[in-house]
């Protein structure tokens, strides 16, 4: 077996993995996916003939080209108040809690987080987000990550030490909720909007609970949302939404209790859920064409076949 060969096997070995480290930087499965492509480019022309950590070399390579992406959509960013919602992985409540049958899926899953979390990191300043994601999650030692945000290892602690003062800040009281419970309050959540209960939709959410919609969303009666707060402000939006209710089927989105919503036979929403074990407490709405576009919803049943 040749070289490359041998690289291209063992590449593909580490794919998975990649991709998801790709995707906790930048929150999207595409650009997630380029990444890992240009990663196999760069690794294929130098070769690995010296590298004794091929996973680590690998991870590297994503790391690096993932911090020339985020610092260019910082650059990029005109609005500061705007909002672009990380891109969802979504699943069939069917999958066995373990993930499911594809080991490369299944990996993506297993490295993948909640909406509510990519949120949080996107608002963290590149280095700050590599610094904390390749420690914290995946154990890199700073003296490894050092070279990558070009900063002393000691820099480097400090910039992953105010990333987790920052995350700690804004994390959401979701951690532990048992999914029987998540499944409880969405569906009780799509049940009182189906039937256009107020007070039903009111009891269901948290007093102060908020809604992020997707930025580039114009169409339908989620259009120009971006972000609604309150229970009866959410209540009275959710009740705009029951004519499309009906076309709402219960799915896994980043590990948490969701929704497809359907119009016709086509995708026209994904909703994701962060909830306490008594109410919901903050609802995610993608409706970007070209995502919903990428999503694999082969074992989600469309409103004919349920």
């Not at 300043?125 to 070009?150: K, Q, S």
Request: charge should be negative.
């Amino acid at each position: 077996m040749t070289d490359p060969d041998w690289l291209a096997e063992r590449f593909e070995d580490h794919r998975a993995h990649l991709r998801g480290v790709a995707y906790r930087m930048l929150g999207s499965l595409a650009e997630a996916e380029d990444v890992v492509q240009d990663a196999w480019l760069r690794a294929n022309r130098a070769g690995a003939a010296e590298v004794d950590n091929l996973g680590g070399w690998l991870t590297t390579i994503v790391a690096r080209l993932c911090l020339d992406r985020l610092r260019t959509r910082a650059s990029r960013r005109e609005d500061p108040a705007g909002l672009e919602l990380p891109e969802p992985i979504v699943t069939s409540v069917d999958t066995p809690a373990a993930g499911v049958a594809d080991p490369e899926r299944q990996a993506l899953l297993a490295e993948s987080i909640g909406l509510a979390m990519l949120i949080v990191l996107d608002r963290l300043t590149p280095a700050e987000r590599i610094a904390f994601v390749l420690h914290d999650t995946f154990g890199l030692p700073f003296d490894e990550i050092a070279p990558i945000v070009e900063r002393t290892p000691t820099a480097t602690r400090q910039l992953a030490s105010r990333a987790r003062r920052r995350v700690r800040g804004a994390a959401t009281p979701a951690a532990g909720v048992p999914m029987t419970r998540q499944r409880e309050l969405v569906d009780a959540f799509i049940a009182a909007a189906a039937a256009g209960d107020f007070e039903a939709l009111v009891r269901v959410l948290d007093p102060e609970v908020v809604v992020r919609g997707d930025t580039a969303a114009a169409r339908g009666p989620f259009a120009g949302i971006l972000e609604v707060r309150g229970a009866r402000a959410v209540a009275e939006q959710a009740l705009v939404f029951s004519k499309l209710a009906a076309g709402a089927r219960p799915a896994i989105v980043n590990g948490a209790a969701g929704l497809i919503v359907f119009s016709g036979d086509r995708p026209f929403a994904v909703m994701a859920f962060t909830s306490t074990a008594d109410a919901i407490v903050e609802i995610y709405i993608t409706l970007r064409p070209d995502r919903l576009a990428r999503l694999d919803l082969g074992a989600i049943p469309g409103p004919n076949l349920a």
